[in-house]
């Protein structure tokens, strides 16, 4: 009898996980693959939105220059003698306003300062009562320089008694408290274009 004797190692075959793997990484590369198509086909669908944003911008930018030079040639044939007219045109005199402010006052009020805008003035009043100041605001609006009038703050205040260096508060229940009034008064300035009362 022969024996049996082998002395070659045992090897036993493996399971195939090669198969697996290789499709595990097909799966994979097409994942990828349509990843980057994906992405080819946003960016070029991006592209194309910008290129017609860009010729939306040149063709803005291109009308906002022929106006520029519309206006630069049309601002270069205005002389000196045509802008000092039309300022004419457009400007007032406001000495008349400050007149009709000061003449319509009632007696034992003070004008502490005014402020002119294009088409107001803001005036600041310290008035004695309260009726000074309703009675004021009715002048006001019945005159013809002003369209309206518009009363901002009213704020009281006492007076103050200075004696020597100091300035002290004294309380003296026979006097009354005083008012200040910012008010706001809308220009007619077609009544003031034309003159006003002369």
Known sequence: MIPDINLLPKVERRPNNTKLLYILLAVIALLILSLLVWQYFSAR??????VNEEQD???????????LNVYNDSKSNISLEQS????????YEVSPLIKEILNLQP????????EFTEKSVTVWIDFETMNDISNYVTRLNNSDYFLDVQVS????????????DTAERSTNFNEQPR?????????DE?????GGEE
Do not use: C, H, K, P
């Not at 911008?57 to 106006?67: F, T």
């Open 45 to 50: 669908s991006s592209l194309v939105s910008i």
């Open 153 to 164: 703050t009213i704020s009281n205040f006492e007076l103050v008694v200075e004696s020597g």
């Open 57 to 67: 911008l040149l063709a803005q930018r291109d009308q906002l220059q022929s106006q």
């Open 179 to 187: 008012y200040t009034t910012n008010l706001t008064l809308v220009i």
């Open 190 to 194: 077609t009544y003031l274009s034309t």
């Open 84 to 91: 000092v007219q039309f300022l004419d045109q457009i400007s």
């Open 107 to 114: 007696n034992n009020s003070f004008l502490r300062t005014y």
